[in-house]
């Protein structure tokens, strides 16, 4: 068991971590200038991918990052610089942008990376924390990192380095999000699997257009059949019109079970029945469900007058993850 002395220095040792690398967010949120612009407007200008690369702890927050560009909107993967010397220069084309990490700026393995965009005339980014380093040099744009200390009190594992650097790819993805007016629709597109998938879909994504639908004049009988061959445990009852003036529910047929079968759906009915767009979010829906104590949702459709174009139950919505 761990004694309170050991517990009070492993508190004092991360806090210090995470105040190192808060202050060094800091100094690079100072530092951003035009060469972060100009390195967007070369992305944008790309007809191509973003090629992105670094070695070590810097080929993970690469690698990261061609992930998050790639999932918002901005086509992009990881290279491995060492592959990159055996063949995966190949994976480079021209009309590509390539972006490369190297807290040095001076990573041997990038050498071969580099020399194949300058010879065929690939943009190249570069993220480094000495401007005078040899990546830089060769970069058509220049993202420098400040300086800053390592989080550990040897200066010798990179933590606030790959901080700074992960940092400044996530501020590049929404940069070049936002001004493609990345929307949530997009998101979900490429994110279908998952919770953030799930939260983005919409009831039309999970709807049954196979709806329970009586007229208003149906008999209670034929009601009841329908409502049982649907298996929604509810009916919807249209007017003339075909617009859904209400619902008929387990709550409905309990508190008219005296003379029931000599009822029509309009007379016993619960009218004005609360519905959903197709186009909203699913999870919308279950909060209705959840605050009506209901199961089921009628979709309908403002475009399409009153007329019923779905039905949700939330069985739907728990088995897409959402709720």
Do not use: W
Request: charged fraction near 20%.
């Amino acid at each position: 068991m761990l004694n309170r002395m050991d517990k009070t220095v492993f508190l004092t040792t991360g806090r210090r971590v995470i105040a190192r690398e808060a202050q060094a967010l800091g100094l690079l949120s100072d530092r951003i200038d035009d060469s972060f612009a100009d390195a967007v407007e070369l992305i944008l200008g790309a007809h191509g991918r973003v090629i992105v690369s670094g070695m070590g702890k810097s080929g993970h927050i690469a690698r990261k990052i061609a992930a998050t560009l790639a999932s918002t909107g901005t086509p992009a993967h990881f290279v491995h610089p060492a592959e990159a010397s055996h063949g995966d220069l190949g994976m480079m084309a021209q009309g590509d942008v390539a972006l490369v990490l190297s807290n040095s700026g001076e990573t041997p393995e990038l050498a071969d990376l580099i020399a194949y965009t300058r010879r065929f005339g690939i943009p190249l980014i570069g993220v480094a924390g000495n401007a005078g380093s040899t990546l830089l040099r060769q970069c058509d744009v220049r993202l420098v990192l400040p300086k800053a200390e390592e989080a550990c009190d040897k200066g010798i594992v990179p933590t606030t380095s790959t901080a700074m650097s992960l940092a400044l790819g996530d501020a590049l993805a929404i940069a070049l999000m936002e001004h493609r007016q990345f929307t949530p629709e997009h998101f979900r597109e490429f994110h279908p699997g998952g919770k953030l998938g799930a939260r983005l879909a919409k009831v039309r994504d999970l709807m049954h257009t196979d709806m329970p639908l009586v007229a208003q004049a149906t008999p209670m009988s034929d009601t009841l059949l329908t409502m049982t061959q649907k298996g929604f445990g509810v009916v919807g009852v249209q007017d003339a019109n075909r617009d859904l003036v209400g619902v008929v529910t387990d709550g409905d047929l309990r508190r008219h079970m005296t003379g029931l079968l000599d009822m029509t759906a309009a007379q016993v009915m619960t009218a004005h029945p609360r519905t959903i767009g197709p186009d909203a979010l699913a999870e919308e829906a279950v909060a209705v469900m959840n605050d009506r104590r209901i199961t089921c949702l009628f979709v309908v459709d403002p475009a399409e007058s009153q007329n019923a174009v779905g039905i949700l139950h939330v069985h739907d919505c728990l088995r897409a993850g959402i709720g």
